[in-house]
């Protein structure tokens, strides 16, 4: 009996050991000069998209505060990795605003962690903008007044591909996506988007399967079994270099044109070396063939930086802090109600050229190059490509009006 | 879909097969021998997909175009991983085996931590795509369609390894030794035989499977950062499906459920009255829809068969029962500190946010306890039921539009809900079954919610699950969430206190009692499946608040609450905390949260780093955390 008195009383002691401790450690930081940026991503879950989106920041931020800062305010960001999951990044948030002070938050990779960042943000009245989540649903169904968005979403990026696939003039598709709202919805959008550009088009095989566990060898055998006239796919990192394996050996591609999302991506194609398909047209970044001045030297001063390429991760980050810097300067100030007011109709400079967030639905217009894949050189590269402005690629102002919350439009 | 593409993709399936057989077998080998849950095992098999990528590009120069460069990198990454398994073996496990059971989960947990940054350190965050294998590289035509020629030399490789297997296990004294082991492993320590050294070799041999597998995966896939969960889990599956101890019977079951997924796969949508079914969706879970289906049909897997009751059980599992007064004024004073604690740390607001996702885990982990603790049932698949409250809470929120307190009281239902069902068919099994269904349950509910789009918001899930107004309105001056932390405060400690008393009411004892010895119980009258049941409806129930509260702490929630992740976290709060006492699953919430949040900060590697720290805990506090006191208390108790 005693001695189960002692045990708990020195377990407890150890527990309230561990909560003053923790009391200490959280004494918040006292900053004044700098804007402070919390940053949230799953760094370690998704490395090959967020090294190079990390190092894109810093990048960014170096011009910006070699230039004399904001206003005379140098710029700071704070990173925390959320390890992959949303209760975690909302309590990465919190943290960042009660111990690091920081005036507003960025960030985000998963779609569903982007979700709840933004929803966090509406209760807790804090700027975000969300650099990375493609899901239509930040900026329309589930959008709100302090959310802003810079990457073009699933919606916008289909609809850059689809007068592609339409001017294919094939009638029997079909569609591989990897089993969450990401490819669910590329998928639906696609579907519905085709079939304006091109009533008579039927879609013979739908094959949705588990993200990162894709059984090749099964899929490419259903789809061929379907005698589909083109294929369109979500498919992308491991799962579709597994898709690309099968499909070649087992000749699904033969013949067949492929229309394909993200795979132009340098984080996507790059792996496949000498394996890439040919002839797919594809949504991505061709870092090596873009002639314009401002890219030019942003891949300069990337390349000296780092010693290393850039990828869109890296066009991402540099974007997100870009955007930001433009943002507050606009404002002349970090307020929030402030900071909104100016990203509405905000005009920022990107190595792609000049976006606007939009004031309908707080969406960047930041576009995306559509071309074809080739191999060169024992790489994949993208050839033929354009660059299509995101402003272009919208569903019409009264279709998005019904969508967002009238909350979020105020 | 014709006859004939069926049939190639059922060949296929078999291919698939192959490198699932290679992998379970490896973990079915361990287990059986030194019943150590090796977590790690699906790392290993991604290291050895990492290590046949690196291994190909040292010998390409020096065997360029020949096939003999791929199998001898198949060969060196097999010993390599073989070598790495045996370290593990000789530096970390040796040290715990006399650790309570599956403690050297918490261990290989660790080291599956480590492996994953390790990974990423030394391989970069990039997938590396291998070459195909010269020889094998394009397709022969089966029934007129191109089959791919490695599938085919992979359909050889699985029954081959199978039969080599076979005849190491029942030919030679090495192959008699692990079979004794794995029926009596105390037997055949008493009898003379080095324990250590079968135990070594039989971990390099079961890390070398793993590794062989991963290497003849590399012409398939790229080697890439996320291969090791779903390698652990899909060799689980089929260990438990086949049966503990038995390779033909793992080798049946990873046939059946690459048959099963193959087969969904080819079946595409198909329209019935009126309604169309997309299964190839059903991938998703198919391993685990077998697995029940199996698991409630047979209750020891395919092949396997009851094994004999461990010696050990009733003296591994003394002291928490001491169900005599908890000592009452220390959580007294605990929960007083607590409740001033909003105000004592208003300069530092973050103290009262961590400390909600403390209490709401310690909550979930002592719920875990109850059941695996007393009650002596290991649920891998707990988060279910911490998800299933959340989730009931939003959905009574969103639908009914009542006010949030309802979704407080009404959310721990969804729990109580699922512990219902879904206990009502684990209590007929035991041990590692058992837990391997609550598992499969689990998933099965995570499926279901990642792809109810209408209802639960499907992977993206649901937002703006915010406390009422009053809950978040500023305490003046205490930290901003003061409201909410003093009502999540409140609500775990009632809601332990309950858990408590439970186990010291003759319930508890009963319960305690069908744990120690089912006969005895059975026979002095104690209906033990009615008490384990129920205890799992209590537990799930408490889980189910725990997932409330911390629905309503983050605003929202999403299908990664369910998700196996979450489940084997609770199971390492647990563990860490040690189950052989009452504060265990409290203290060890709280280190694990802590240390996790303080980690992520401080380091860049941070999953290395909390798996660093939780191997010195496993290796120096062999009994957990709480252990540790009452060894300080009681040294020379073994």
Not at chain 1, 102 to 110: D, E, I, K, R, S
Not at chain 2, 206 to 231: C, F, K, S, V
Not at chain 2, 299 to 309: Q, S, T
Not at chain 2, 427 to 443: E, H, I, K, P
Request: glycine letters at 10%; aromatic letters at 10%.
């Amino acid at each position: 009996m005693k001695s189960s008195l002692v045990v708990h009383g020195r377990a407890l002691s150890a527990l309230s050991t561990l909560v003053v401790l923790c009391g200490l450690g959280c004494t918040g930081a006292q900053a004044q000069t700098p804007i402070r940026i919390g940053e949230i991503n799953s760094y370690k879950a998704q490395a090959a998209f967020l090294d190079p989106y990390r190092k894109g920041m810093d990048l960014a931020l170096e011009e910006v505060n070699a230039a004399g800062g904001v206003g005379g305010r140098r710029l700071e960001v704070i990173t925390r990795d959320d390890g992959a999951s949303p209760g975690d990044a909302v309590r990465a948030a919190e943290e960042l605003l009660a111990r690091e002070n920081v005036q507003m938050l960025a960030g985000g990779f998963l779609s569903h962690i982007g979700l709840a960042l933004g929803d966090f943000a509406r209760q807790k009245k804090v700027f975000f903008l969300a650099s990375e989540p493609l899901t239509d649903k930040l900026v329309w169904e589930n959008g709100n007044r302090y959310t802003f968005r810079l990457r073009p979403s699933t919606y916008m990026q289909v609809s850059m591909i689809v007068p592609e696939a339409a001017r294919l003039k094939k009638k029997r598709w079909a569609i591989v996506y990897p089993n969450y709202e990401y490819g669910q919805s590329a998928a639906a959008t696609f579907k519905t988007l085709l079939k304006q550009a091109q009533p008579d088009v039927e879609f013979v095989a739908e094959q949705a399967t588990p993200l990162g566990k894709v059984e090749a060898g099964a899929v490419v055998q259903a789809l061929s079994d379907s005698h589909p006239d083109a294929i369109f796919n979500v498919l992308f990192g491991a799962d579709l270099a597994r898709l690309v394996r099968e499909g070649t050996t087992r000749e699904l591609f033969k013949d067949r044109p492929v229309v394909s999302l993200l795979t132009g991506e340098p984080e996507y194609l790059d792996p496949l070396r000498d394996e890439a398909p040919a002839g797919w047209i594809v949504t991505g970044y061709p870092w090596y063939a873009i002639d314009t001045p401002a890219h030019k030297a942003f891949v300069t001063a990337y390349q000296k930086k780092f010693g290393d390429y850039p990828r869109l991760g890296s066009i991402v980050g540099y974007s997100t802090i870009k955007a930001i810097a433009a943002g507050v300067r606009a404002a002349g100030s970090t307020d929030t109600e402030k900071l909104i007011t100016a990203f509405r109709g905000l005009s920022f400079d990107t190595p792609f050229g000049r976006a606007e967030f939009r004031r309908l639905d707080h969406q960047s217009t930041m576009g995306a190059f559509v071309g074809r894949t080739a191999v060169e050189g024992g790489r994949g590269v993208m050839k033929d490509f354009t660059y299509l402005d995101g402003a272009r690629f919208q569903p019409s102002d009264e279709a998005v009006r019904r969508m967002r919350p009238a909350d979020a439009q105020q | 879909m014709t006859l004939a593409s069926l049939l190639v993709q059922l060949l296929g399936g078999l291919a698939g097969a192959s490198t699932l057989f290679l992998t379970s077998a490896g973990l079915s080998l361990i287990f059986g021998v030194t019943r150590v849950v090796n977590f790690a095992h699906g790392s290993l098999f991604m290291v050895g997909v990492y290590t046949a990528w690196t291994a190909g590009q040292w010998l390409r120069p020096i065997l360029p175009g020949s096939a003999g460069g791929f199998w001898l990198a198949v060969l060196l990454s097999t010993v390599v991983v073989a070598a790495l398994g045996a370290l593990l073996e000789v530096l970390i496990l040796r040290r715990i085996y006399r650790a309570p059971e599956l403690f050297q989960l918490l261990a290989t947990f660790a080291v599956a931590l480590v492996l994953r940054d390790g990974c990423l350190w030394l391989w970069g965050p990039e997938d590396l795509l291998g070459p195909r294998v010269p020889g094998l590289t394009g397709a022969i035509p089966v029934l007129g369609m191109p089959f791919p020629r490695y599938d085919a030399a992979l359909i050889a490789i699985g029954p081959l390894v199978l039969g080599l297997l076979h005849l190491v296990l029942t030919r030679t004294r090495f192959g008699i030794l692990v079979r004794a082991a794995t029926q009596d492993r105390e037997m055949v320590s008493a009898l003379g035989v080095a324990e250590s050294r079968l135990f070594t070799s039989v971990f390099a041999i079961g890390a070398g499977l793993a590794g062989l597998a991963g290497a003849l995966q590399l012409p398939r896939e790229p080697a890439n950062l996320g291969l090791d969960l779903p390698a652990i889990s899909d060799a689980f599956v089929v260990v438990v499906v086949g049966g503990l101890g038995s390779l033909p019977g793992a080798f049946l079951a990873a046939l059946l459920i690459s048959l099963v997924k193959a087969a969904c796969i080819a079946l595409g949508t198909v329209e019935l009255g009126g309604f169309s079914f997309a299964f190839p969706r059903l991938t998703l879970v198919a391993e685990f829809l077998v697995m029940a289906i199996v698991l409630v049909m047979r209750p020891y897997g395919l092949m396997g068969r009851a094994a004999a009751a461990p010696r050990s059980l009733a003296t591994t599992l003394p002291a928490e029962n001491a169900a005599g007064a908890p000592g009452r004024w220390p959580w007294g004073l605990l929960v007083v500190g607590l409740i001033l604690l909003p105000w004592l740390a208003a300069g530092s607001p973050y103290t009262t946010v961590v400390l909600v996702d403390v209490f709401c885990f310690s909550l979930f982990a002592m719920s875990l306890f109850f059941i695996m603790g007393p009650g002596g049932m290991h649920s891998f698949g707990h988060a279910a039921y911490f998800g299933l409250g959340a989730y009931g809470a939003a959905i009574v929120l969103k639908a009914s539009g009542w006010p949030m307190l309802w979704a407080l009281l009404l959310g721990p239902l969804g729990g109580f809900a699922g512990a219902l069902i879904f206990g009502w068919f684990s209590v007929r099994l035991s041990g590692v079954y058992l837990a391997m269904l609550t598992l499969a349950f689990s998933q099965i509910v995570w499926s279901i919610i990642y792809q109810w789009d209408d209802l639960t918001g499907g992977s993206n899930g649901l937002t703006g699950l915010w406390p009422a107004p009053w809950l978040s309105a500023q305490v003046p001056g205490a930290t901003a969430n003061a409201a909410y932390y003093l009502l999540t405060l409140i609500c775990v400690a009632i809601a332990v206190l309950v858990l408590r008393r439970v186990l010291d009411a003759p319930f508890g004892l009963a319960l305690r009692a069908g744990r120690d010895s089912p006969q005895r119980a059975e026979s002095i009258g104690i209906n033990v499946h009615a008490v384990q049941w129920a205890a799992f409806c209590v537990a799930g129930t408490a889980a189910g608040l725990a997932g409330v509260l911390y629905a309503f702490s983050k605003g929202s929630i999403s299908p990664d609450l369910v998700h196996v992740g979450r489940s084997i976290d609770g199971l390492v709060m647990v563990l860490l905390g040690g189950v052989e006492a009452l504060a265990g699953p409290l203290i060890g919430a709280a280190a694990f949260t802590l240390l996790q949040d303080t980690a992520g900060r401080s380091f860049d590697y941070w999953r290395a780093a909390t798996g660093v720290v939780m191997l010195l805990i496993v290796l120096v506090f062999p009994q957990g955390l709480a252990g540790l006191f009452r060894m300080r208390r009681r040294p020379s108790t073994t």
